[in-house]
């Protein structure tokens, strides 16, 4: 069996102090460049691993993000993870995801001192959520949001508001007078965001926005689709304004099965610009979400906080362009 280098064969082998090897393992300042360079020469040379479980015991960098998702079966995740992987790897970092009972999770990670710090995406159960950042405060662990933002916390999202208000124009400007908005859990922020930009900018073209009628889905295919009927009964609306895509595809299902066409019975309109928007047909019109940028900036944000250097702003909102297709009766742009 191939034998573990240690940490002070290293040492002796640069001539420096095992503390110094330390220091350049977890990348302290107040070592010379020379030092660092003569150090990671040995590391390579005599193949050094260093064990990464006992230096988190003893005060050191684990060179671990945890990343705390609520559900990463969603096609939102897919491209979030894929710019937090794509930086984390860049940088020298492994990402430990979690996502079932996530919340408990994060408490045992913590008191393991198994991560530098932690990237949250935080959606409901807003109490239990505080709990765990103020133990991450008590412990000096750095952490950073997606989405929702609590102001006190650092965090990146996206102009809701704003993407739901372009929106607005877009179907003010097509001349829409029956208009539905199908919302998400009522407790949910970012459907809750889209749907006071979307009144907002309907306010600013001069269109009453309580004439808007709201129903709410749960974000699903399925609640999209068996939405319609009710939706339909109270009253045959001209647009649909979905707070996501999946409940736009799940009315788009809907409606082909009962032989309402679209856009020409019904027009129709997403948020999100999940993969298969511009692949169905109609192409869905919606607003599109960085995510994958969101997952970079997060993850680079993090690494900033993890290694001493204080962020320029504590909030990063990302624009959310509207992205125009054939479901609204336009031409694709």
């Known amino acids: ?98 996502s079932y009972n996530y919340l408990s999770e994060a408490h045992r990670i913590l008191q393991e001192k198994r991560a530098d710090g932690f990237i949250i995406r935080n959606m409901d159960e807003p109490e239990e959520h505080r709990k765990l950042f103020r133990k991450l405060e008590q412990q000096g662990i750095p952490f950073i949001l997606i989405g929702n933002p609590f102001p006190q916390y650092p965090s ?26 199908l919302a998400g859990p009522e407790t949910n922020i970012d459907s809750n965001d889209r749907y006071y930009g979307f009144r907002l900018g309907l306010a ?54 009962q032989g309402i066409q679209i856009p020409a019975d019904l027009a129709l309109a997403g948020f999100d610009d999940t993969f298969f928007s511009q692949y169905i047909h109609p192409s869905l019109t919606t607003v599109r979400q960085p995510i994958l940028e969101m997952g970079s900036l997060a993850m680079e944000k993090l690494i900033q906080l993890i290694e001493g250097h204080p962020l320029a702003s504590p909030h990063v909102i990302l624009p959310a362009p509207l992205i125009v297709r054939e479901s609204c009766g336009c031409a694709p742009t």
């Open 156 to 181: 990146i999202h996206i102009d809701n508001v704003g993407g739901a208000r372009a929106m607005a124009h877009h179907f003010f400007h097509h001349g829409f007078k029956q208009i539905v908005f």
């Open 204 to 257: 600013e073209c001069g269109f009453d926005p309580d004439r808007v009628r709201i129903f709410r889905g749960d974000y699903s295919i399925e609640s999209g689709s068996s939405l319609m009927p009710e939706i339909l009964s109270s009253g045959k609306p001209e647009a649909i304004f979905a707070a996501n895509d999946r409940m736009a595809l799940g009315i788009l299902q809907y409606c082909r099965t």
């Open 1 to 98: 069996m191939t034998r573990q280098i240690t940490i002070e064969e290293v040492a002796k082998h640069c001539g420096v102090s095992r503390a110094t090897v330390s220091r350049v393992l977890n990348k302290e300042p107040r070592v010379r460049p020379s030092t660092i360079a003569k150090v990671e020469k040995a590391i390579q040379e005599l193949g050094y691993n260093p064990n990464i479980h006992a230096r988190a015991l003893s005060g050191g960098s684990t060179k671990t993000i945890a990343v705390l998702m609520p559900g990463t079966w969603r096609d939102y995740y897919n491209p979030l993870l894929k710019g937090m992987d794509e930086v984390s790897a860049r940088r020298g970092y492994y990402l430990l995801i979690r």
